[in-house]
């Protein structure tokens, strides 16, 4: 019995790494591999040194565009809760029915891949578009252009994200034993204080976990500030992808790469501090 | 002649804890034994080890004489069934029984009919083509346990298998599963946190108690004639008083609760002039009156509360600092009073008397 | 104020959906220039969309690619659920940490790097290496997706398997996989769906020869608004639309044609019923 057993157990501790082998060398070829290239690129091209990172830091184009992608994130985090709680407040107070037919508008919004999102958002406020249309139906003398502006970017990253601050909070709400606000309320909390004092934290978790994903999705995207956003109001992505295309300057380029990609790190590290990164996507 | 089951010596040791230590057990063909003791006792250890889930640190298992050290699981013909039934969801109620045939080669047409066959025993007819959870939980179980003897194993194990159920139901299965296991007459291991399920059901308990087994033997010889405090304790309800033995031949001891009691000879173990021991007197063998009764040891106690169960009442009163119970038929409750001084008396067999 | 909030939530409904709605009368618009409303319907812009090569080929492109990218996500993923989910060892929380970080790095930041990686490979403008990166991308989702389904499942159910003769083998195969399955189709759902909706990566490396579905569509929008853009979102919205519902329908239709099947009896609880020795 005693060597079946400890050849046994010497199979166990190997059985799982021959498992997960070929995925980690599979990441590790072709996921820590070219982010590697990445940051050694930042300092290697077009000479080796640190000046794509100078540039990057104390240039006043690539602060001003790196402020402005904070801006952004954060102005679309706040909007996106803005949307999302009353939203998901309402889910859960109204009737199952209700509440699974705007559920079910919420996961087609999310399923709905993002640049046919950005092109609906392009089609809605476009110079012959329904929005314009509606404006002189109403009155309105010859309306501004509102399509390829920061307006129109920040409203379709909104519209795009919105589902992830959506869900985030619907779990949490769900969650939410009534009996506990019940209490709340024979306890003389009511309207106001009952929503500062006991539905707030309640949900907290949720607008936590939905703001932390908005936050930082939006720090990187690309497809909808690239086709609805001013040209003059480029996001990083953006910038990035311009510095690949049109002037092929890979260091550069890749400087503001890793510069991005380490302020999400902080933001995700900072979460994940708090409540741990694995319930993020959950 | 060997016993049919052996446990010699099984020890069981996770890093520094000790969760079996060196268990010795011999259980005889046909017998339906049960595994009793609180949780993490080491009877479902002990079961996980017999059924070959987990390995035995030291020790050996035989079943009809035949080693179980390095079969796996499957090769040990042993039929379980779980706590929560682990049940295939996948699988109807006859594919369910059917599954263990299979396995050992059964063609399709002959497996399902003998798991037919099963699920008649045991009370399921008609239900082989449900899915479980289109069954009931008394049902389920019903269908794990057709699952488990349709492959006439060596051995059943049952683990825990009642928990889920209420109490009702509990009772019916009871008498159920004992009426199938001496219908076919199968060995076998019942594991139970329960003492009256271990009382009602078996041949012979094994209390287990942090990895060692207290006491093994037949129901009745556990109830009246406990070896070890824990087993008086855990088994049934007790009134345990500490006590010096004073003169061991006329079987007498100093009881600082109760003064000087006499206690039985017949079955109890041996003492010596000042042993310490503890002296078990199960509350139904107390008598409550309100004076002395002739011919039976007597003592006064306050009552403090009466809890009533209908067919019968407990009642707990306090002696100086130590607590008594009694259980007193229903009838006789209604003349009694909480506050109220009272006497119980009880016979010199009645005191039984245990090492401290 | 209870008014106050039905009319946001309205606000907020409409504002969701206007835009997953427009697209529809859009792509029957006989107007090439998005013009709202539309001067009249036809259905030119689909003829156009199924016979063009130009949208053809990426369309089959993406398709080949994200049904290339799961099939090769579900072959590393799975195993390496199973080590993670099931066995403790040495490592488990830095394995943990790496199959997630794709999930955390922004796809720009990898679209540089694949470009320039998969550059000195000579694997840019091919399907191989959309497919390589789109699994990169695609294993956080499918681990999440799958370990969730993983951790649920009971494993007393193999060990009953075992006790009952199965080599663990048997068990893994009549007993883990079946049900496993249907954790096993969404996650591979999910690896399909992420690789043929990445757009940042297709764009810098697809190139002319492996072009995607997403890639065509961003170029096509940023440069003439091409209005079969609204035929192809028409399309996978409707696609979208029917795989949500798909599920539902199937349940009424179920519910419509089995009224003779047994209800279904709720499990621990309701036990008094219907077995003839309980009923007594």
Same mark, same amino acid.
């Given at each position: 019995?005693?060597?079946?057993?400890?050849?046994?157990?010497?199979?166990?501790?190997?059985?799982?790494?021959?498992?997960?082998?070929?995925?980690?060398?599979?990441?590790?070829?072709?996921?820590?591999?070219?982010?590697?290239?990445?940051?050694?690129?930042?300092?290697?091209?077009?000479?080796?040194?640190?000046?794509?990172?100078?540039?990057?830091?104390?240039?006043?184009?690539?602060?001003?565009?790196?402020?402005?992608?904070?801006?952004?994130?954060?102005?679309?985090?706040?909007?996106?809760?803005?949307?999302?709680?009353?939203?998901?407040?309402?889910?859960?107070?109204?009737?199952?029915?209700?509440?699974?037919?705007?559920?079910?508008?919420?996961?087609?919004?999310?399923?709905?891949?993002?640049?046919?999102?950005?092109?609906?958002?392009?089609?809605?406020?476009?110079?012959?578009?329904?929005?314009?249309?509606?404006?002189?139906?109403?009155?309105?003398?010859?309306?501004?252009?509102?399509?390829?502006?920061?307006?129109?970017?920040?409203?379709?990253?909104?519209?795009?994200?919105?589902?992830?601050?959506?869900?985030?909070?619907?779990?949490?709400?769900?969650?939410?034993?009534?009996?506990?606000?019940?209490?709340?309320?024979?306890?003389?909390?009511?309207?106001?204080?009952?929503?500062?004092?006991?539905?707030?934290?309640?949900?907290?978790?949720?607008?936590?976990?939905?703001?932390?994903?908005?936050?930082?999705?939006?720090?990187?995207?690309?497809?909808?500030?690239?086709?609805?956003?001013?040209?003059?109001?480029?996001?990083?992505?953006?910038?990035?992808?311009?510095?690949?295309?049109?002037?092929?300057?890979?260091?550069?380029?890749?400087?503001?790469?890793?510069?991005?990609?380490?302020?999400?790190?902080?933001?995700?590290?900072?979460?994940?501090?708090?409540?741990?990164?694995?319930?993020?996507?959950? | 002649?060997?016993?049919?089951?052996?446990?010699?010596?099984?020890?069981?040791?996770?890093?520094?804890?000790?969760?079996?230590?060196?268990?010795?057990?011999?259980?005889?063909?046909?017998?339906?034994?049960?595994?009793?003791?609180?949780?993490?006792?080491?009877?479902?250890?002990?079961?996980?080890?017999?059924?070959?889930?987990?390995?035995?640190?030291?020790?050996?298992?035989?079943?009809?004489?035949?080693?179980?050290?390095?079969?796996?699981?499957?090769?040990?013909?042993?039929?379980?069934?779980?706590?929560?039934?682990?049940?295939?969801?996948?699988?109807?109620?006859?594919?369910?029984?059917?599954?263990?045939?299979?396995?050992?080669?059964?063609?399709?047409?002959?497996?399902?009919?003998?798991?037919?066959?099963?699920?008649?025993?045991?009370?399921?007819?008609?239900?082989?083509?449900?899915?479980?959870?289109?069954?009931?939980?008394?049902?389920?179980?019903?269908?794990?346990?057709?699952?488990?003897?349709?492959?006439?194993?060596?051995?059943?194990?049952?683990?825990?298998?009642?928990?889920?159920?209420?109490?009702?139901?509990?009772?019916?299965?009871?008498?159920?599963?004992?009426?199938?296991?001496?219908?076919?007459?199968?060995?076998?291991?019942?594991?139970?946190?329960?003492?009256?399920?271990?009382?009602?059901?078996?041949?012979?308990?094994?209390?287990?108690?942090?990895?060692?087994?207290?006491?093994?033997?037949?129901?009745?010889?556990?109830?009246?004639?406990?070896?070890?405090?824990?087993?008086?304790?855990?088994?049934?309800?007790?009134?345990?008083?500490?006590?010096?033995?004073?003169?061991?031949?006329?079987?007498?001891?100093?009881?600082?609760?109760?003064?000087?009691?006499?206690?039985?000879?017949?079955?109890?173990?041996?003492?010596?002039?000042?042993?310490?021991?503890?002296?078990?007197?199960?509350?139904?063998?107390?008598?409550?009156?309100?004076?002395?009764?002739?011919?039976?040891?007597?003592?006064?106690?306050?009552?403090?509360?009466?809890?009533?169960?209908?067919?019968?009442?407990?009642?707990?009163?306090?002696?100086?600092?130590?607590?008594?119970?009694?259980?007193?038929?229903?009838?006789?409750?209604?003349?009694?009073?909480?506050?109220?001084?009272?006497?119980?008396?009880?016979?010199?067999?009645?005191?039984?008397?245990?090492?401290? | 104020?209870?008014?106050?909030?039905?009319?946001?939530?309205?606000?907020?409904?409409?504002?969701?959906?206007?835009?997953?709605?427009?697209?529809?009368?859009?792509?029957?618009?006989?107007?090439?220039?998005?013009?709202?409303?539309?001067?009249?319907?036809?259905?030119?812009?689909?003829?156009?969309?199924?016979?063009?090569?130009?949208?053809?080929?990426?369309?089959?492109?993406?398709?080949?690619?994200?049904?290339?990218?799961?099939?090769?996500?579900?072959?590393?993923?799975?195993?390496?659920?199973?080590?993670?989910?099931?066995?403790?060892?040495?490592?488990?929380?830095?394995?943990?940490?790496?199959?997630?970080?794709?999930?955390?790095?922004?796809?720009?930041?990898?679209?540089?790097?694949?470009?320039?990686?998969?550059? !000195?490979?000579?694997?840019?403008? !091919?399907?191989?290496?959309?497919?390589?990166?789109?699994?990169?991308?695609?294993?956080?989702?499918?681990?999440?997706?799958?370990?969730?389904?993983?951790?649920?499942?009971?494993?007393?159910?193999?060990?009953?398997?075992?006790?009952?003769?199965?080599?663990?083998?048997?068990?893994?195969?009549?007993?883990?996989?079946?049900?496993?399955?249907?954790?096993?189709?969404?996650?591979?759902?999910?690896?399909?769906?992420?690789?043929?909706?990445?757009?940042?990566?297709?764009?810098?490396?697809?190139?002319?020869?492996?072009?995607?579905?997403?890639?065509?569509?961003?170029?096509?929008?940023?440069?003439?608004?091409?209005?079969?853009?609204?035929?192809?979102?028409?399309?996978?919205?409707?696609?979208?639309?029917?795989?949500?519902?798909?599920?539902?329908?199937?349940?009424?239709?179920?519910?419509?044609?089995?009224?003779?099947?047994?209800?279904?009896?709720?499990?621990?609880?309701?036990?008094?019923?219907?077995?003839?020795?309980?009923?007594?």
């Amino acid at each position: 019995m005693a060597v079946t057993l400890s050849t046994l157990t010497e199979r166990r501790n190997l059985w799982p790494w021959l498992l997960l082998a070929p995925l980690a060398v599979y990441l590790a070829l072709f996921f820590l591999v070219p982010l590697a290239e990445v940051a050694i690129m930042s300092v290697t091209e077009p000479r080796p040194g640190l000046a794509n990172y100078e540039k990057v830091l104390t240039g006043s184009l690539y602060r001003k565009v790196f402020l402005n992608t904070f801006a952004t994130a954060a102005l679309v985090t706040v909007c996106c809760l803005l949307v999302g709680y009353p939203l998901a407040y309402l889910m859960n107070a109204t009737t199952q029915r209700r509440a699974m037919m705007i559920l079910l508008l919420i996961t087609m919004s999310f399923w709905t891949s993002f640049l046919v999102r950005t092109y609906a958002w392009m089609v809605l406020l476009g110079n012959n578009g329904p929005v314009i249309w509606l404006l002189e139906t109403i009155g309105f003398e010859d309306p501004p252009g509102i399509l390829f502006t920061r307006f129109s970017s920040t409203l379709a990253m909104v519209h795009i994200l919105a589902p992830y601050m959506i869900m985030n909070i619907y779990s949490v709400m769900q969650k939410i034993d009534r009996s506990l606000i019940r209490s709340a309320e024979s306890m003389g909390a009511y309207g106001l204080s009952l929503f500062r004092h006991v539905y707030l934290p309640l949900t907290a978790p949720g607008i936590a976990n939905g703001s932390v994903l908005v936050f930082v999705i939006c720090l990187g995207f690309y497809v909808t500030p690239v086709l609805l956003g001013s040209p003059r109001e480029q996001m990083a992505a953006g910038l990035i992808g311009h510095q690949i295309e049109e002037f092929l300057a890979f260091g550069l380029g890749s400087a503001m790469a890793i510069v991005l990609l380490v302020v999400t790190l902080i933001v995700l590290a900072i979460y994940s501090r708090r409540f741990g990164l694995d319930k993020l996507y959950g | 002649m060997n016993p049919y089951l052996q446990l010699s010596g099984v020890n069981k040791t996770f890093g520094d804890f000790t969760a079996l230590d060196r268990i010795d057990l011999d259980i005889e063909q046909g017998e339906f034994v049960t595994f009793l003791g609180p949780s993490g006792s080491g009877k479902t250890t002990t079961l996980m080890i017999i059924a070959g889930f987990e390995d035995a640190t030291r020790g050996a298992i035989t079943i009809g004489g035949h080693s179980l050290a390095g079969l796996a699981p499957q090769e040990r013909n042993i039929g379980i069934v779980f706590q929560n039934y682990a049940l295939f969801p996948h699988k109807t109620a006859a594919e369910n029984v059917y599954f263990p045939l299979q396995m050992r080669g059964v063609k399709k047409a002959a497996g399902l009919a003998k798991a037919e066959e099963m699920l008649d025993l045991v009370g399921l007819k008609g239900f082989a083509h449900r899915y479980p959870k289109e069954l009931s939980g008394g049902q389920q179980q019903r269908v794990a346990l057709a699952r488990a003897l349709v492959f006439e194993p060596d051995l059943l194990l049952l683990d825990e298998p009642l928990g889920a159920l209420d109490k009702n139901l509990r009772e019916q299965m009871q008498i159920e599963i004992k009426r199938i296991q001496k219908r076919l007459g199968v060995t076998t291991i019942f594991v139970t946190h329960d003492q009256t399920e271990a009382m009602s059901m078996s041949d012979r308990i094994v209390v287990f108690s942090d990895g060692n087994i207290e006491q093994a033997g037949a129901p009745l010889d556990i109830y009246h004639r406990p070896s070890t405090r824990f087993v008086a304790d855990f088994i049934g309800e007790s009134n345990l008083l500490d006590a010096v033995v004073t003169d061991a031949e006329a079987r007498v001891a100093e009881c600082p609760a109760l003064g000087s009691v006499v206690f039985g000879a017949e079955g109890q173990p041996p003492v010596v002039d000042g042993q310490e021991v503890a002296l078990l007197i199960r509350p139904e063998h107390l008598k409550l009156s309100r004076d002395p009764k002739e011919g039976r040891m007597n003592a006064k106690m306050v009552i403090d509360t009466i809890v009533n169960y209908g067919d019968n009442a407990l009642v707990i009163g306090h002696r100086g600092d130590t607590q008594i119970r009694v259980r007193v038929p229903g009838a006789d409750v209604v003349i009694l009073k909480e506050g109220e001084e009272c006497h119980f008396s009880w016979t010199e067999d009645a005191a039984f008397v245990l090492d401290r | 104020m209870d008014r106050f909030l039905r009319w946001t939530g309205i606000a907020i409904v409409i504002f969701i959906a206007a835009p997953l709605v427009i697209v529809v009368p859009m792509s029957f618009s006989t107007s090439p220039t998005l013009q709202f409303p539309p001067p009249g319907f036809w259905l030119g812009y689909y003829a156009q969309y199924f016979t063009d090569e130009s949208w053809l080929r990426p369309t089959f492109n993406s398709l080949l690619i994200a049904l290339m990218t799961t099939i090769l996500t579900m072959a590393l993923v799975v195993p390496a659920t199973f080590a993670l989910v099931r066995h403790k060892f040495w490592g488990k929380g830095a394995a943990n940490v790496m199959m997630m970080m794709p999930m955390a790095v922004p796809h720009i930041v990898m679209a540089v790097g694949y470009y320039s990686y998969f550059g !000195s490979l000579r694997l840019v403008h !091919s399907h191989l290496g959309v497919i390589l990166a789109h699994t990169c991308l695609a294993v956080p989702i499918t681990f999440l997706v799958l370990s969730a389904n993983l951790k649920g499942f009971d494993r007393t159910l193999e060990r009953a398997a075992r006790s009952l003769g199965a080599t663990p083998r048997q068990v893994f195969i009549h007993i883990t996989l079946p049900i496993l399955r249907p954790g096993l189709l969404i996650s591979a759902l999910f690896a399909f769906i992420q690789s043929f909706d990445e757009t940042v990566v297709a764009i810098f490396i697809s190139g002319r020869d492996a072009e995607t579905l997403p890639r065509k569509m961003f170029d096509s929008i940023r440069q003439e608004a091409d209005p079969v853009i609204a035929v192809i979102s028409t399309l996978l919205f409707v696609a979208v639309f029917l795989g949500l519902i798909a599920p539902h329908v199937l349940r009424l239709f179920r519910k419509l044609f089995s009224r003779a099947a047994p209800k279904p009896v709720r499990a621990t609880r309701n036990t008094q019923a219907t077995t003839p020795q309980e009923v007594k």
